[in-house]
């Protein structure tokens, strides 16, 4: 079992969109996969169950903090399983030892790949990942912003790492737009002293559209009112398949 959690602190910049293509790609090269949603807002549990009203489904992520209950992933119809995530998740806690204890419950269960979507947040939600996971997906934009709030993410990153050594993160520049000079600026910085994980990620409605219909953008076909169809552009749907089968193998 290979576990993945795709985090940053910062919202926006693109975790659950890359926590479903990773899915997705997973899925369609035979693995059995899991996510595990620990979003109170729950849109990868609405995006995979086709179902808005998911999120107010409690239990599902919810046993991740919860000592001794059986993890129960509910069946998704693109043949992915998931721990949901919901609004009653905020309150979630837990101990050291229970923490411990539910990273071992999960190793136990029969999946290949596990994929977290984190939340953009400092509480249990998004530090007991860390705890748990072999590889963090770290999403970032080339803006100010992001770029300011990374070290903190990078932070608590070695903290977690006394404790789980093997932790290892790839850095994944999402919503890139070569043109814009200003983006160009900030990955150029970004790259001088980060590695971050090629091919980027470029901005493109057709990766929202997509998601929107549940779909990773590699196979989406926008149907128009004149019935054509068309496709997100080749090298965006290149990017995309190429960085997700790239972050499950490494
Ligand atoms: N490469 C992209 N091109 C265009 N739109 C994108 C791209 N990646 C993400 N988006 C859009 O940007 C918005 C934020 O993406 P997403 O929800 O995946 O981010 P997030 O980090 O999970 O946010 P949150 O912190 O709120 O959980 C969404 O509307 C999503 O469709
Ligand atoms: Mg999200």
Request: charged share 20%; proline share 5%.
């Amino acid at each position: 079992m290979k576990v993945f959690a795709v985090t940053n602190q910062k919202g926006g910049v693109g975790k659950t969109t890359i926590a479903l293509h990773l899915a997705w790609a997973a899925q369609e090269l035979g693995h059995r996969v899991l996510v595990i949603d620990l979003d109170p807002q729950g849109n990868a549990s609405q995006v995979l169950m086709r179902d808005v009203k998911i999120n107010l489904r409690r239990g599902g992520a919810a046993l991740m903090f919860s000592r001794g209950e059986t993890l129960e992933p509910l069946a998704t119809p693109a043949g992915i399983d998931l721990l949901n995530g919901h609004q009653y998740l905020d309150a979630a806690e837990a101990d050291s030892d229970t923490i411990t204890e539910r990273g071992e419950a999960l190793r136990k269960l029969d999946y290949t790949t596990v994929i977290f979507d984190c939340p953009p947040s400092l509480s249990k939600l998004f530090t007991a990942p860390l705890h748990w996971a072999d590889r963090l997906i770290i999403p970032l934009t080339a803006d100010f912003f992001t770029i300011s709030g990374l070290n903190g993410t990078l932070d608590l990153l070695d903290t977690a790492r006394t404790e789980n050594p093997f932790l290892a993160e790839r850095l994944v520049l999402n919503m890139f737009t070569k043109n814009a000079r200003a983006a160009q600026i900030y990955a150029r910085d970004l790259t001088a002293t980060l590695t971050l994980k090629e091919p980027f990620l470029a901005s493109s409605a057709m990766v929202r559209e997509a998601v929107a219909h549940s779909q990773p953008v590699w196979a989406y076909r926008h149907i128009t009112p004149a019935n054509n169809s068309l496709r997100a552009p080749r090298d965006v749907r290149g990017q995309w398949q190429i960085l997700c089968r790239g972050l499950l193998h490494d």
